[in-house]
């Protein structure tokens, strides 16, 4: 069982807005900014897609973005293409002594 | 360009130990801020933070692990090895190093990879 909770799977058609939840606690996601966020595509290494809570990387597009309500943090993806098609996990520093936590990721579908 | 590359072992024997290395260039673990960490994936499931070693050659471990994971630098090759002890078949997975970078330098635990290698599966069976 992941330290941090996101929905198994979201869909959305091309066009469209999708966004993915984790849900961490006051020790992690809600006590800091230190939420990221990473995309897999199938057979392929995670890719940053977000860093320190809203943060986007250089060459990431800006369809991407990050955001944090209490203990949730939200990954939105605006105009959803094809290629978003991917399992998507959130990480976040945490003060107990793991550390570092990962959710259990999200399988988006792109309709 | 930073790129990392794991390598070691693709078949290991109940209770062995792992022996993983990260090669990595375009950046330097003796720069201020710098970190490399691991992190595993099993087969269909999510990833897990492993281990985190830093510029100054503090490192951080996984709790759960631990007891079994050692992690190490050798700035002058470019290489940071992990090793894993008393193997399992639960153990088996895709092993990726990444570099980590943070905002917040001073403060372990708040980084993010991003970049990462291109993963290595190690499968534990007899």
């Known amino acids: 069982q992941s330290a941090l909770t996101q929905p198994a799977s979201v869909s959305g058609s091309p066009g469209q807005s999708i966004t993915i939840s984790c849900t961490g606690t006051s020790s992690d996601v809600g006590g800091y900014n230190y939420v990221s966020w990473y995309q897999q595509h199938p057979g392929k290494a995670p890719k940053l897609m977000i860093y320190d809570v809203s943060n986007r990387p250089s060459g990431v597009s800006n369809r991407f973005s990050g955001s944090k309500s209490g203990n949730t943090a939200s990954l939105t993806i605006s105009g959803l293409q094809a290629e978003d098609e991917a399992d998507y996990y959130c990480?976040?520093?945490?003060?107990?002594?793991?550390?570092?936590?990962f959710g259990g990721g999200t399988k988006l579908t792109v309709l | 360009q930073i790129t990392l590359k794991e390598s070691g072992p693709t078949l290991v024997k109940p209770t062995q130990t792992l022996t993983l290395t990260c090669t990595f260039s375009g950046f330097s673990l003796s720069t201020s801020g710098v970190g490399v960490g691991w992190i595993r994936q099993p087969p269909g499931k999510a990833l897990e933070w492993l281990a985190l070693?830093?510029?100054?050659?503090?490192?951080r471990y996984s709790p759960s692990l631990k007891s079994r994971l050692t992690i190490t630098k050798d700035t002058s090759k470019n290489q940071v090895v992990l090793t894993m002890t008393n193997m399992d078949p639960v153990d088996t997975a895709t092993y990726y190093c990444?570099?980590?970078?943070?905002?917040?330098?001073?403060?372990?635990?708040?980084?993010?990879?991003?970049?990462w290698g291109q993963g290595t599966l190690v499968t534990v069976s007899s």
């Open positions: 990480s976040s520093y945490t003060s107990s002594s793991t550390l570092k936590v």
């Open positions: 990444a570099h980590s970078a943070s905002s917040a330098t001073m403060v372990r635990g708040v980084d993010y990879f991003d970049y």
């Open positions: 070693i830093y510029w100054d050659d503090d490192k």
